[in-house]
């Protein structure tokens, strides 16, 4: 298992289409991003910023097919988009499944900083998915990646609380004893939503403790 490390510069956002969503979440000074659903051309992520994101900003960005403002925290305001990347190849969506669950994402100054955790095929035809959108990626790190000490560190937040709550509501007793539509429902989320989380949940903790 390998761990790459690369950055999307602005001009590699400008080519995806992304640059001018980027900018929007700099200007509402960008707290958090966690990425609930990524199928390498579209993407759900969950962000939070400082400030409130301008509806008709949004509205005109073609990368964004939809969005809502989830809640005011503490810190400022809660998105949730759904983002399509136009200029990825299609095989983006099966490539980046092949990787090890939802890349982490964080958003500088610079750009975007992407992790991508997978076997060195998986993350080389990711790169070069990247490259045939015009967007070539700056590597700063590859590295052999042994996943962590605590397996449920391979999970996201929402990865990790969809499978807990799942496991308190008897969805792995035999037999079962909760449904994913009853976890859905004690989520707020769609079924189909918690079934991929729990899905990729799995993947995740069984790629790190089966040998590969």
């Known amino acids: 298992m390998r761990e790459a490390i690369v950055t999307l510069s602005d ?5 995806m289409g992304f640059e001018g969503l980027v900018a929007l979440l700099r200007e509402a000074g960008i707290r958090d991003v966690e ?11 969950q962000i939070d910023v400082a400030d409130r994101l301008d ?6 960005l073609e990368c964004v097919s939809d969005w809502e403002l989830l809640a005011e925290t503490e810190t400022g305001y809660r998105y949730l988009l ?9 095989d983006a969506t099966e490539d980046h499944d092949a990787l090890l669950g939802n890349c982490e994402t964080s958003v500088t100054d610079r750009g975007v900083l992407i992790s991508l955790v997978g076997s060195q095929a998986a ?14 990626p700056d590597l700063c790190k590859l590295a ?17 609380e969809v499978i807990e709550t799942a496991y308190e509501m008897g969805f792995y007793e035999v037999p079962r004893r909760a449904s994913t539509a009853e976890i859905a429902g004690e989520l707020g989320l769609e079924d189909a939503t918690v ?4 899905q990729r949940a799995e993947r995740n903790l069984l790629t790190t403790q089966l040998p590969t």
């Open 82 to 90: 759904e983002l399509s990347a136009a200029e990825l190849p299609a």
């Open 144 to 160: 052999e990646y042994d996943g962590e000490a605590n397996p449920l560190e391979s999970l996201t937040d929402r990865q990790r």
């Open 11 to 15: 001009a590699a956002l400008e080519a």
């Open 195 to 198: 079934s991929e989380h729990l």
């Open 55 to 60: 509806p008709e900003g949004l509205e005109d």
């Open 35 to 45: 990425m609930l659903e990524d199928h390498g051309t579209t993407c759900v992520p």
């Open 123 to 136: 993350i080389r035809e990711m790169l070069r998915n990247y490259e045939a959108a015009g967007a070539v």
